[in-house]
């Protein structure tokens, strides 16, 4: 509990305790109570500090069910012991008046205006989405207004997150730093800690500073990493964030599996209401929209829209089910087992989905994939409807013609390639995203597709310079991506990056010499778990993607000095690409690792020294 207090307060202002000043009441849960947030796989003392370091909480439960992980319950208001119920898998405490502050952010420079001209943003992060969209050659959904988005801006083919996971991934693109420069490889850590990037400008809080009105809603960062969703340091003060997450209002299924906790579900939702988390979100990113417009003779706008689905549970209106094929028309993963010559470690059993618990290699039940990825693709058919309605007022608003989109994908996902489902691996299908970006003002880039290697990390100044802002490293921001606006005025310029980088950490174990080679033999090993401090991570694998291939090495991670030891290779993955347009997710290229063919020996050597240089990037 204290490393997670340091983590999560910093260590230059604060004066952290040393324990959870609460002892535990045993056997009891608190209810009837305002609940705040939940966490999932938070321990009691962990659940403690986490109370202490939010101001509202006044008390907290942890419930470890019979079946999933321990869960985290902070509650506000007045709490007494009327709220108190017994329960065996409860333990609980009041923590009224125990809240510790936040160490204070540096003071921010001044605010200067925007410059002439400059052009507005709108950031569109969706959450759990691969290219499965009809602009990417993919017919099973329905998706108009993506394919609409392609068509009048510039489709990236093959661009990549820096780590395959919500928090990792978010804290990256945000602030325009690599994962190994943020140091978040969790749900805990996040950039903002005062041994981190506390005065780091992140993307959006740079565009303020430069005069901007920076609204911001949904899921743009993971929630509460970094807290508040790092306002008012990155959004305009005045106007609060919305909820990352509003809760869903009742509703009902039609259909659903499986029955005690649904991961599908046909909702009994109008397509137009305002039950819904993504429909909440949608609203608020409506009157931003409109807000903006009213300011518009003033000063510039970038705002941002972070929505869900297809996050799981796949809660989607009964509607978008119809514009699927029924379920035992919609195809299975062409190869639905783990890559042969995989080391194990590359891989987690199935995550996220409810109802698949299988051993290594063992065959997924057909008819639950079958309900499963017709849900995953109704999911991104009513993602498309949501993103047609923000489009469509941004037009009505008359602020298009000077509004950037992006709209993208915060990873990839698994829907039983590879044995399994879910993201948190290396592979292509967990780190490779949609990425479509309208620049009305770069004619040349209209309905054109790029297959430029991109990352993630270079959102941050790719937008500065679309929308007419200095570099930002030339005022001292040290972010790692690069501008992508050279492609705008030449798509077909395919060799503009050499590569793209992502990474992935685990601390399911102790490993011993070369425990990531041999078999599979305990399947719990190789889960991955989002509640842990950098300083656990035992594995982290690196893989450099360039224009045929993928090459992954999992290291050992020297988990007091927070970093790999580069000679202790647990195992390594060498994957062919080579015929892949991005426009193929079956792409069976990484169905069989040729990391230790002969004729690759060369190769393999060349990749693993990239990957050595780019580790040292800090």
């Excluded at 403690?48 to 907290?60: R, S, V």
């Amino acid at each position: 509990a204290f490393g997670l207090l340091l983590a999560l307060i910093g260590t230059a202002t604060a004066d952290p305790i040393q324990q959870c000043s609460a002892s535990p009441l045993q056997g009891t849960c608190l209810v009837n109570a305002k609940v705040l947030r939940e966490i999932d796989g938070m321990g009691f003392e962990d659940c403690c500090c986490e109370c202490m370091l939010t101001k509202a909480c006044n008390g907290f439960s942890t419930v470890t069910p019979t079946v999933g992980s321990i869960r985290c319950s902070l509650f506000g208001g007045n709490l007494t012991r009327e709220n108190e119920s017994a329960s065996s898998n409860c333990a609980s405490a009041f923590l009224a008046g125990e809240y510790i502050p936040p160490a204070p952010l540096p003071p921010q420079p001044p605010i200067t205006k925007a410059p002439a001209n400059a052009k507005n943003v709108l950031f569109i992060p969706i959450d759990d989405i691969r290219p499965n969209i009809g602009a990417y050659n993919f017919s099973l959904v329905h998706t108009p207004n993506f394919d609409e988005l392609a068509r009048s801006g510039l489709r990236f083919d093959q661009a990549y997150v820096q780590y395959a996971y919500c928090a990792p991934s978010r804290n990256s693109f945000m602030s325009g730093r690599r994962p190994d420069t943020t140091q978040v490889w969790n749900f805990i850590n996040h950039f903002r800690e005062a041994a981190v990037g506390a005065a780091w400008q992140s993307m959006p809080e740079y565009f303020k500073q430069h005069g901007y009105l920076t609204l911001g809603g949904g899921k743009l960062f993971h929630p509460d990493v970094p807290p508040l969703n790092d306002w008012p340091q990155s959004w305009t003060p005045e106007y609060p964030y919305f909820e990352n997450q509003p809760k869903n209002d009742p509703y009902n299924c039609t259909a659903s599996f499986p029955s005690d906790s649904p991961t599908y579900c046909e909702a009994q939702v109008d397509k137009d209401a305002s039950t819904l988390t993504d429909q909440k979100i949608r609203d608020n990113c409506l009157e931003h929209l409109k807000l903006a417009k009213s300011k518009q003779d003033d000063q510039p706008f970038f705002i941002g829209c972070g929505f869900h689905k297809p996050h799981v549970p796949w809660v989607v209106p009964e509607e978008f089910y119809s514009y699927i094929p029924a379920a035992e028309d919609v195809p299975l993963a062409a190869d639905g087992y783990a890559p042969v010559g995989m080391p194990e470690c590359a891989w987690h059993p199935p995550a996220d989905v409810h109802g698949i618990d299988i051993g290594f290699n063992q065959t997924i039940n057909a008819t639950i994939s079958h309900w499963y990825r017709r849900a995953y693709y109704a999911a991104v058919s009513y993602q498309d409807y949501i993103i047609g309605q923000i489009l469509a007022e941004l037009e009505t608003l008359g602020l298009a013609d000077n509004t950037t989109v992006v709209v993208f994908g915060d990873h990839g996902w698994q829907l039983g390639e590879h044995d399994t489902y879910a993201k948190m691996t290396n592979f292509e299908l967990a780190t490779h995203i949609p990425l479509i970006i309208r620049a009305p003002h770069k004619t040349n880039s209209t309905g054109k597709s790029t297959r430029v290697l991109a990352e993630a990390v270079d959102f941050y100044p790719t937008l500065a310079e679309l929308a007419g802002l200095p570099d930002p490293k030339s005022e001292g921001q040290d972010i790692n991506g690069t501008s992508l606006v050279p492609v705008f005025d030449n798509p077909e310029a395919i060799d503009f990056k050499t590569a793209a980088f992502s990474q992935f950490g685990k601390v399911g174990y102790d490993h011993v010499g070369t425990l990531c080679l041999r078999l599979v033999t305990q399947i719990s090993n190789f889960s991955v778990d989002a509640v842990f401090l950098r300083n656990q991570t035992k594995i982290m694998g690196y893989t450099i993607r360039v224009p045929e291939w993928r090459y992954t090495c999992w290291f050992g991670f020297d988990d007091v000095n927070i970093k790999i030891n580069q000679s202790d290779i647990l195992g390594r993955e060498l994957y062919d690409h080579r015929g892949d347009t991005g426009l193929w997710l079956d792409y069976p290229g990484e169905n069989v690792n040729l990391v230790e063919r002969s004729e690759w020996q060369s190769l393999v050597q060349e990749l693993h020294a990239l990957l050595l240089d780019y580790i040292q990037l800090k």
